[in-house]
């Protein structure tokens, strides 16, 4: 049930209204309708969300709402539905750079033959930046209001989340070899503790441990992850079954599938987000579900690299908490939430070959609620609701190329684009409005791709 609340606010300012005792708040958001995303709770119409600095202090009717608030800033979306902020589950938004670099190859050749070799030429702290802000615009200008990261120089991507006005989760890149970025294991922890020591007072970022996968990082690293995570309270962000070569490569070298390795040196816990997951057995999707692991499905990365098709039927039926995510820019060429909604639905459809798996409510669960799970931020982000942060989506409904519409839930997942947002909320700020962001400059991002993509042009394949 809805505790609503109604009534007075301590330090409100009601100046102006004292003689009606009507309180006045920041804003008020007056939508056709409000996905809450809250489990078993209807779709709203025509109701108000009240938001006092950044946070979420009521949800009411509208015909209420002009009775009980004023407000400093008053928006008004006749023709939207108002969703949570949506959230990328697993990305690699500095990579934003090398969209289209090497399209059309299988995983290891991607990485080995071109990628990597255009991160030792080019990745710095600079282009982390450069590139963490062209992904940023994008994510902003399609209703992301959070991503998860795993990459170099997070302190880097930190400054364009912090212009931009995004949440992050950045993860704290590990591996064994050496990179621009760091030397060894060890070199690669201490760096990313002090950069998550550089944004402990930010509200809107967090950190985890980002060990790149089971064939980059040796078991010791591993359990000194696993100790550190402890310690300092962390979660874990890893690629896990991703391709069967992995899943060969591991069973070669240890002698166990690559979970099974994970299992025994103490990974897996409600604190672990395995991004992709496509090649799991039975008994490995129980053995997540009982540890209370977490899936960051990525459909498109998974079919464009020919990775295969993840079995989500069975995760949620097994009761893993699967999240959405759009991999980098890179293997994906998209940070688009909207498609990955959409093509996770018709996936899911398709491989059990019955139409109501994945129905489209549970769709914008896996974007919203289940990816703020996955990130230990359910108690702050991931639905509408009462003392939540307000990071919030318009999505205009009534244009002609997706009219008429039935069911605004399915028509977010079936029919709308990231083209269709036309608010972005984060805490309570308007970070993007309309094709006009808040704190980024078009011509800013335009002289990042003028200064980088010649430079980068050599590694295209």
């Known amino acids: 049930m809805w505790g609503f609340f109604i009534g007075r606010m301590s330090g409100m300012n009601t100046t ?8 006045n708040v920041d804003l008020i958001i007056e939508a056709h309708w409000v996905a809450t995303v809250v489990v078993n709770a209807p779709l709203l119409e025509h109701y108000s969300v009240i938001v006092q600095a950044d946070a979420i202090v009521d949800l009411l009717p509208t015909v209420l709402a002009r009775k009980q608030y004023t407000a400093t800033k008053l928006v008004r ?9 949506l959230i990328n589950c697993h990305t690699h938004v500095a990579m934003s750079l090398m969209r289209g670099i090497a399209d059309d190859l299988p995983l290891m050749t991607w990485l080995n033959d071109h990628i990597w070799p255009a991160e030792r030429a080019m990745v710095s702290e600079q282009f982390v930046r450069d590139s963490s802000l062209l992904g940023c615009a994008e994510m902003l200008s399609g209703g992301v209001t959070c991503f998860n990261d795993m990459y170099f120089f997070p302190q880097a991507t930190a400054m364009a989340v912090n212009q931009a006005g995004m949440r992050a989760n950045l993860g704290l890149a590990v591996l064994e070899f050496a990179t621009n970025y760091a030397s060894d294991a060890d ?3 201490q760096k990313g503790f002090e950069a998550h020591d550089s944004w402990r007072g930010n509200a809107l970022i ?9 064939y980059t990082v040796s078991n ?15 979660g874990i962000h890893t690629h896990l079954h991703e391709t069967r070569d992995e899943i060969n490569q591991s069973e070669a070298q240890y002698g166990v599938r690559p979970i099974q390795r994970l299992a025994q040196l103490g990974l897996l816990g409600p604190n672990f987000v395995a991004a992709h997951g496509v090649h799991l057995l039975p008994h490995e999707i129980d053995l997540l579900a009982e540890y209370g692991c977490h899936i960051a499905h990525c459909p498109s ?3 464009k690299l020919a990775s295969g098709i993840a079995p989500i039927a069975s995760l949620l039926q097994n009761g893993v908490n699967v999240g959405l995510g759009t991999d980098g820019a890179a293997s994906n060429n998209r940070l688009d939430m909207f498609a990955e909604m959409r093509l996770a639905a018709l996936l899911a459809k398709g491989v059990s ?3 109501t798996t994945l129905p489209a409510h549970q769709a914008l669960e896996m974007v919203t ?7 230990g931020l359910e108690g702050k982000i991931g639905s509408i609701e009462v003392g939540k942060q307000a990071d919030l989506v318009a999505v205009k409904l009534s244009d002609l190329d997706i009219s008429p519409c039935y069911d605004p839930i399915s028509h977010l997942v079936y029919t709308c684009g990231r083209e269709h947002v036309t608010h972005t909320w984060v805490a309570g700020e308007l970070r993007y409005s309309n094709g006009v962001y808040a704190n980024i400059e078009p011509i800013e991002l335009k002289e990042i791709v003028q200064t980088w993509q010649p430079k980068l042009r050599q590694y295209k394949h």
């Open 16 to 23: 102006n209204h004292a003689m009606q005792n009507i309180p």
């Open 77 to 85: 979306l006749d023709e939207h539905i108002l969703i949570p902020g």
């Open 187 to 189: 070199d690669y922890l």
């Open 206 to 214: 967090s950190s985890s441990i980002a060990p790149h996968a089971p």
């Open 220 to 234: 010791l690293t591993f359990e000194k992850v696993v100790t550190y995570a402890e310690q300092l309270g962390l």
């Open 301 to 303: 990365s998974n079919l």
């Open 353 to 355: 070959e019955d139409p």
């Open 369 to 375: 609620i289940n990816a703020a799970k996955a990130l």
